[in-house]
């Protein structure tokens, strides 16, 4: 049974620092490609960040490339983000997915509120 | 970036009716590879998203078959052929084809 299980959210200052992981299981991260999706409070979803199955090619938008980095430890099979110099406007639930194209399978979602 | 549209951005529906949204984007969704990567996923409150189909028109496991997707190139509808009080919530369309990724708005399905 594929499961994903989100952590490392919770409150930080403005210009603050977190990192996300997400633990895989029933498949592995590194031969599906994997994506992060946040949903701000009452707001659709927003792609955040994918990395590639094969090679790790790494995708970002443009409201978070440069601040955020994605990665993957494939013996933990565990993804990653590191989330830097965060803004208000970051507040949300994000979400791991598995795939980057076809993302069928979601996390449960762990919460980041910027706030000072 | 490429634009997806969902509409309408409101859908109430009596029981036992049929649903329709439709999902257009502003380029095509037609990959290098000749894939159609467009899909469907839909959110109960409090809950995480499910997708429902993928590549257009393929319905995942356990999906009933009252959901159906069409579409091509930059048009795309999702069906639902008689909706059930279980199907409100969110529809979202997104599209996995050009970088960055895009999702539609999304449509609330409500039961009238």
């Known amino acids: 049974e594929v499961q994903l299980l989100e952590s490392g959210g919770g409150l930080v200052q403005p210009g603050g620092s977190l990192r996300l992981s997400c633990v895989g299981s029933g498949f592995s991260i590194s031969s599906s490609g994997m994506t992060w999706v946040r949903q701000a409070p009452g707001m659709g979803l927003e792609w955040v960040a994918s990395?590639?199955?094969?090679?790790?090619?790494?995708y970002y938008a443009d409201s978070v490339k440069g601040r955020f980095t994605i990665s993957r430890d494939n013996s933990k099979n565990t993804l990653y983000l590191q989330m830097d110099s965060l803004r208000a406007g970051d507040t949300a639930l994000y979400h791991c997915a598995k795939g980057t194209s076809n993302v069928d399978f979601w996390g449960q979602g762990t919460l980041v509120t910027v706030s000072s | 970036d490429v634009v997806v549209t969902q509409s309408p951005l409101s859908l109430p529906v009596t029981l036992g009716q049929p649903a329709s949204i439709s999902c257009r984007s502003s380029q095509s969704l037609v990959s290098s590879d000749g894939n159609t990567y467009l899909n469907w996923f839909h959110q109960r409150p409090g809950q995480s998203p499910r997708r429902l189909i993928y590549?257009?028109?393929n319905r995942d496991s356990g999906v009933p078959d009252r959901f159906s997707g069409s579409g091509s190139g930059t048009d795309f509808t999702l069906k639902i052929s008689r909706v059930e009080a279980e199907d409100v919530g969110v529809y979202y369309c997104?599209?996995?084809?050009?970088?960055?990724?895009?999702f539609g708005q999304g449509t609330k399905l409500e039961i009238k």
């Open positions: 590549k257009v028109s």
């Open positions: 990395i590639s199955a094969t090679f790790g090619n790494t």
């Open positions: 997104m599209q996995g084809t050009h970088w960055p990724r895009t």
